[in-house]
């Protein structure tokens, strides 16, 4: 067995880390083990898993059934050209699917990850308007500030700058409604005296391009990467209704969102209106292995048949894998057995108890809670709400103290954030947010 250092040593030779700047910032650990909410350095040290290993990890790390399912899965059939054949636990999950989205979806997509469901919900929204003669739609609209994955189509309706802008070349950029960030008001306005007035512009253009735009794609209700950005569920239904008065689908992009993340199963179960396309990955397989789906509306569906030039031309070598997909069945099955969503609602409240108690922190701008997602925004002070320099400065150097103590954090710029795997205990997610409040005040004089 090689020790740590040779193996990281080897690491920083040979291995390219996604998001990663060379010398690394923040901790960087040899990790051999993962059980429960708690991850393992090959030292044998425990840290608490506080963002669910990139927001997906929901039944927590090497759940004993979802261990057994992969393998079973594994030994029996590993993988299909899935065009056209089928196999049971792919037809299984994807009538799941259908029955936890409810009306009026009807047909599931499978593909490999979250950017990959946004790319298949993109085209086959602009091949919908071609296959139906519309051909005049070929734009989208999309969030300031939203993220959809890393690919070229994915950023070009999610551009983040510091991430994307080496890219503009190859991009074409959607339309842009106003990030409805509320503590950041782009109107400087206060919700709900606002009357949602960030919409203004995007209403009026929609009154004049409307029929050139094939659809909406929207993170529903929390923008995740543009720092947990929670929205008024009133500022969603009213841009869905202003899309579908003139004709525009509507993708709702769920990676982050779906299977129970914002206490209910889906984003969209907190709203009345439903979209077009629902695109899901991440807590699809609990985080154990790469799949995606793209959801679709009958309606949508109808457009693809009737001749073989309206096939969808699109696919990957791994569409519906039956590892993975043996493995989403069974987590989907614990969620339903488990009624895991029931028992969340004491850690969802647990959350909730900790809002009051970091907005009394003078570096702390805002707090932000949804379901089972938390953060915190630090500021140099609250009157300026001034972002500290450099934004993820406070961020890291609070990360690194945690990581002493056994909590494994990443700060996205000066946000902080708690996303627990759901097998998480009370006590565990209190000492974390004991934890967190305690390095937060500590860390006061970086952030001024
Ligand atoms: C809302 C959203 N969509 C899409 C993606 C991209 O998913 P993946 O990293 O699996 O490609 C992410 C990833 O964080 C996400 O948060």
């Not at 109808?302 to 990957?316: D, R, V």
């Amino acid at each position: 067995m090689a020790d740590t250092d040779s193996v990281l040593a080897a690491d920083s030779r040979f291995v390219w880390h996604p998001y990663t700047s060379d010398p690394v910032v923040g901790p960087r650990a040899l990790i051999t083990r993962g059980r429960g909410a708690y991850l393992y350095d090959d030292s044998g040290k425990a840290y608490f898993d506080s963002s669910s290993s990139w927001w997906c990890v929901l039944h927590g790390h090497c759940h004993p059934r979802l261990v057994k399912a992969i393998q079973t899965q594994a030994a029996k059939l590993d993988h299909l050209l899935f065009a056209p054949h089928t196999h049971e636990v792919a037809v299984e999950l994807a009538e799941m699917l259908l029955a936890l989205l409810g009306a009026p979806f009807s047909k599931v997509f499978f593909s490999d990850d979250g950017s990959t469901a946004v790319e298949a919900a993109l085209k086959m929204a602009l091949q919908y308007w071609n296959n139906r003669g519309e051909s005049g739609r070929r734009y989208f609209l999309s969030l300031e500030e939203g993220y959809h994955g890393d690919t070229l189509g994915a950023i070009s309706v999610g551009y983040v700058r510091e991430f994307h802008h080496f890219f503009d070349m190859a991009i074409r950029p959607s339309l842009k409604a106003m990030q409805p960030y509320c503590y950041r008001c782009p109107v400087d306005k206060k919700y709900p005296q606002c009357a949602l007035s960030c919409l203004n512009g995007v209403e009026a253009l929609l009154e004049a391009r409307g029929h050139e735009i094939a659809a909406l794609i929207v993170e529903p209700l929390v923008m995740g990467a543009a720092g947990m950005v929670v929205y008024p569920t009133d500022y969603l239904e009213k841009l869905i209704s202003l899309c579908k008065a003139k004709g525009v689908l509507v993708i709702f992009d769920e990676v982050f969102t779906g299977f129970g993340r914002t206490g209910k199963y889906f984003a969209l179960d907190h709203l009345t209106d439903r979209p077009d396309l629902v695109a899901l990955s991440k807590g699809l397989t609990s985080g154990t292995l790469p799949l995606g789906a793209t959801v679709a509306t009958d309606t949508v569906y109808e457009a693809f048949k009737g001749a073989e030039s309206k096939k969808f031309y699109h696919g990957h070598t791994f569409s519906a894998n039956p590892v993975s997909c043996a493995v989403a069945l069974e987590s989907l099955r614990l969620l339903e057995e488990e009624k895991v969503l029931s028992r969340n609602e004491a850690l969802v409240r647990l959350m909730s108890e900790q809002v009051p108690r970091f907005e009394s922190l003078d570096v702390v701008g805002d707090v932000r809670h949804f379901g089972m997602i938390w953060a915190a925004e630090l500021v140099r002070s609250k009157a300026s709400k001034a972002i500290p320099q450099p934004a993820n400065g406070p961020g890291w150097k609070i990360c690194e103290r945690l990581w002493e103590k056994g909590i494994w954090m990443r700060p996205m710029h000066n946000v902080l954030y708690v996303v627990p795997p759901y097998c998480t205990t009370e006590a565990e997610l209190g000492e974390c947010f004991d934890s967190l409040y305690e390095e937060i005040r500590n860390v006061r004089d970086f952030c001024i």
